[in-house]
Structures are given as structure tokens and as C-alpha cells.
């Protein structure tokens, strides 16, 4: 069935960089717009990067700008956040997030499909000399 499986987490050096990858199946990919969350222990789950369906299009939450990039390739179903100049405040749980558009919903809900997003199980970040 649906799954977003991420990869790519694990521990790095202040400064240094790594790559997350969320591989979907299960579902349309292209239809849905991607987005990266963290949290971290004792903390509210985050935005940190979000971008469209056909990649047209993306957002960042400040504390990241400058230093990740949010990518997608719907020929491989797959979503990515470069991270780069890693601070320690980016430890954290990433969580691998599709949404639906409004538009699909409404299609969807029509033809009596409730379209709902979908999470993956997260990978940890360590940021850490």
C-alpha cells in the first residue's frame, strides 16, 4: 500500500552535510506536493521545506534558508533535502510529508475517494563533534 520510506540520516559534524531521501509508492506522486518536517525532543513538529508537485515551486523555514534545498524527481517518486552547514539545532527526526492539492481532493472526494496525507517513519539527524 502507500509508504514514504527516508533515508540518509545518521551523525555529522557541525559543518558538514547530508543528503535525505523519501522513496513514495502507493499513490499518485505527482499529484501531491512533498514537504520535509523535523522535530526534536521535547519540541513541536516543524516545517522545514516544502515544494510543489511539478517542483515549480518551494519554501523553506528560515532557520534553514541558505542551507537546504528541497528537490524532486517524479520519474523516481522521490523527494530529497540537501543539508548543508549543519548546525547542532538540526538534530532532529525528519519526517517525509505528501499532501494532496485542494483541486485532487475535491476530484477525488466526488468519485467517493478521501484522499488523505501521508507521512513516513522519519530518519535521525545528529549534528555533533
Known amino acids: 500500500q502507500v509508504q514514504l520510506v527516508e533515508s540518509g540520516g545518521g551523525l555529522v559534524q557541525p559543518g558538514g552535510s547530508l543528503r535525505l531521501s523519501c522513496a513514495a509508492s502507493?499513490?499518485?506522486?505527482?499529484?501531491?506536493?512533498m514537504s520535509w518536517y523535523r522535530q526534536a525532543p521535547g519540541k513541536e513538529r516543524e516545517l522545514v521545506a516544502a515544494?510543489?508537485?511539478?517542483?515549480?515551486?518551494?519554501n523553506y523555514a528560515d532557520s534553514v534558508k541558505g542551507r537546504f534545498t528541497i528537490s524532486r524527481d517524479n520519474a523516481k517518486n522521490t523527494v530529497y533535502l540537501q543539508m548543508n552547514s549543519l548546525k547542532p539545532e538540526d538534530t532532529a527526526v525528519y519526517y517525509c510529508?505528501?499532501?494532496?492539492?485542494?483541486?485532487?481532493?475535491?476530484?477525488?472526494?466526488?468519485?467517493?475517494?478521501?484522499?488523505?496525507?501521508?507521512w513516513g517513519q522519519g530518519t535521525q539527524v545528529t549534528v555533533s563533534s
Open positions: 510529508n505528501a499532501r494532496p492539492y485542494p483541486a485532487l481532493r475535491l476530484v477525488a472526494g466526488m468519485a467517493g475517494v478521501d484522499l488523505d496525507d501521508y
Open positions: 502507493g499513490f499518485t506522486f505527482s499529484s501531491y506536493a
Open positions: 515544494i510543489t508537485s511539478a517542483g515549480g515551486s518551494t
